[in-house]
């Protein structure tokens, strides 16, 4: 990342623009620093001398049953937080899961099912479970982001989750948000089945199969934190974010010197089939390259949206994206029938040397008819085997898709400007920064419950700044543009709670009135931000509630890159919060301290 070390202040400015179409207000708060105060919230926690050691899993747990076309029903999980002792690279910590298992429990639902979930907390440090994409719509109090939505589950406590799918359909994951709990394993996939079939000309498949993918940190995430946070920074410079050691596959990676790494996930294939790959990078800062050894992949989705079919040879996934692809098992390239499924770990946003590092995570496609004496794959190791198709594109973060489904943006009527930074501020700690705000959580409510207490003024209409609270508060259903510079010189993958945006403008500099693509922009919830270039989100404010738009790296979220949609307070004023939800804001800060 990118530090501003010299002292500024910046004035607050604002443009009005009168068009014929509608009347573009482009608001450009910025503050001086003078004044911030940042508050960093660390739990005491008392690690048991005797930890239950995690779960091992089935190659079955990844693979989805086949509930699509089942009547609308509601579907009842039950979720214990809780710590183990874990070794998922071969490496033993203590580590934080869902029900025993890394990564937790795989939801599968349809899309007009209900979904009621359990969660109990025996961590000795409040938690809660965020769902990754979904709406929401009409129970923002549900969308599980602790000092946003929500307080947190405190120590011991219980909630219970209990929504709809609405329009969302697709893969996407469910994980605590609250401080950096899901980099410990605290995630997990989540599928929702669409009631409309695609068209028939799209592509079909017989299996459909979860591939999650990760970094993977041999110390725990609060440690790390610490050092992140700390004076001396870490490797000995303020604002590195920790680099992992290895990475995961379905929980599954692999560290040590190449003859000690012995343990792949393994899927078992028919030949002749067609299997979709439905790809999370549950991580928590690297982008993660996936391939499969000699076999060409269809990219069909990305984060629910489907696309035209395309032929790659590898995608590049970004933290919190998901893309589907199909694979096709026609290979005869291995003598022994295995080949090797590949989550590289991308290094770009690496700034030190971590010793021992394996970023070269594999696991392994086996032919249900292949030798049976056969433990790997018997082909020429190479760091890039290709796939031996014409034509097939590397997919990343900068690659343009094409949805399937053309749903051109409307015209948008307001325009607001955002920066993205870090500062070192006055104590000497570097934040990340939404213009000059680094966000915090409220004491004692979460921001839902103080706009719920007063719709009216806990907020001005348009941009404004409440105690380490950077919102944008549109009162009317209104098509806003939110434009956004990266100043970092890190990339950035951006995630928007409750909303899912057109990308309208994208590209390297500044936003300096460049051409909007509005034709067929991809809609999405995550989106990759490139350092020093910027990107243009074009969204509808129809949906009550408060909406988290931050960094999804786990180290810049917690270090405050974050701001918040204020959509429609009158309506979120009406929310009917559980009584359960409200009663662990009282309690909730007491488990909490101040860290500066």
């Keep these: 990342m990118n530090v501003f070390r010299s002292p500024f202040v910046w004035l607050a400015s604002s443009l009005f623009i009168l068009t014929p179409i509608a009347f573009i207000c482009l608001f450009r708060l910025e ?87 359990h969660v109990k907390n025996n961590l000795p440090e409040t938690t809660s479970i965020h769902w990754h994409g979904l709406f929401q719509n009409g129970t923002n109090f549900y969308d599980g982001t602790a000092g946003i939505t929500e307080c947190g589950i405190p ?16 893969t996407t994951w469910w994980h605590s948000p609250y401080s950096t709990q899901s980099t410990d394993g605290v995630s997990g996939a989540l599928v929702v089945h669409p009631t409309l079939l695609p068209p028939l000309d799209f592509p079909t498949w017989d299996e459909d199969v979860v591939v999650q993918v990760a970094d993977w940190y041999h110390d725990s995430s609060e440690d790390l934190l610490v050092d992140y946070f700390s004076f001396s920074g870490v490797a000995g410079v303020q604002g590195n974010e920790p680099v992992p050691d290895s990475g995961t596959i379905n929980g599954i990676g692999q560290w040590g010197a190449p003859d000690e790494r012995t343990s792949y996930f393994k899927l078992t294939v028919q030949r002749n089939k067609t299997y979709r790959l439905r790809i999370i990078n549950t991580g928590s800062l690297a982008s993660i390259r996936f391939s499969v050894d000699w076999h060409p992949l269809t990219l069909i989705e990305a984060d629910g949206i489907l696309l035209k079919p395309t032929l790659v040879e590898a995608v590049t996934i970004t933290v919190a994206q998901r893309y589907s692809v199909l694979l096709h098992t026609t290979a005869t ?3 022994n029938g295995l080949y090797w499924m590949r989550a590289a770990v991308q290094e770009n946003m690496f700034r030190y040397q971590q010793p021992g590092q394996n970023r070269d995570i594999r696991g392994i496609i086996q032919y249900f008819d292949a030798s049976e004496l056969a433990t790997l794959p018997d082909l020429p190791d190479s760091s890039n085997p290709g796939t031996g198709a014409e034509g097939a594109l590397d997919v990343n973060g900068r690659t343009i898709l094409t949805p399937l489904v053309i749903e051109p943006p409307p015209e948008s009527s307001a325009s607001y400007y955002m920066t993205i930074s870090f500062q070192k501020i006055f104590t000497g700690r570097v934040l990340g920064f939404m213009n000059t705000t680094s966000w915090e959580p409220l004491q004692g409510e979460s921001t839902l419950m103080a706009v719920r207490r007063d719709p009216q003024n806990f907020a001005m209409e348009g941009a404004s700044i409440v105690s380490e609270q950077f919102m944008v508060t549109e009162d009317t259903v209104r098509v806003i543009d939110l434009i956004v510079d990266n100043l970092d010189d890190g990339d950035h993958p951006f995630h928007i709670h409750g909303l899912r945006p057109w990308i309208v403008a994208a590209g390297p500099g500044r936003y300096i009135g460049q051409p909007l693509d509005k034709p067929n922009p991809l809609r999405r919830d995550t989106f990759l931000v490139p350092a020093y270039s910027h990107f243009v989100l074009r969204l509808v404010t129809d949906n009550p509630g408060v909406w988290a738009f931050h960094c999804h790296i786990s180290w810049h979220a917690a270090g405050g890159l974050l701001m918040q949609i204020n959509s429609l307070p009158s309506k979120a004023a009406q929310f009917d919060i559980p009584e359960q939800i409200i009663s662990h804001c009282r309690t909730t800060p007491s488990t909490m301290k101040r860290r500066h």
Excluded: C, W
Excluded at 76 to 82: C, I, L, N, Q
Excluded at 155 to 170: C, E, M, Q, V
């Design 31 to 117: 503050f001086g620093l003078a004044l911030l105060r940042h508050r960093q919230y660390f739990d005491d926690v008392t690690i048991p001398s005797s930890l239950p050691k995690l779960r091992p899993q089935l190659e079955s747990a990844f693979t989805l049953e086949k509930i699509a076309g089942q009547p609308p029903q509601t579907r009842v999980y039950d979720f214990a937080v809780e710590m183990v002792k874990g070794a998922t690279d071969g490496i033993s910590r203590t580590m934080l899961v869902v029900n025993g298992q890394y990564p937790g429990p795989t939801i599968e639902a349809n899309q007009h099912d209900r979904l009621v979930v």
């Design 155 to 170: 120590p011991g406590g219980s909630l219970i989750y209990n929504f709809t799918f609405g329009a969302f359909s697709g």
């Design 333 to 335: 390239s291995s003598p």
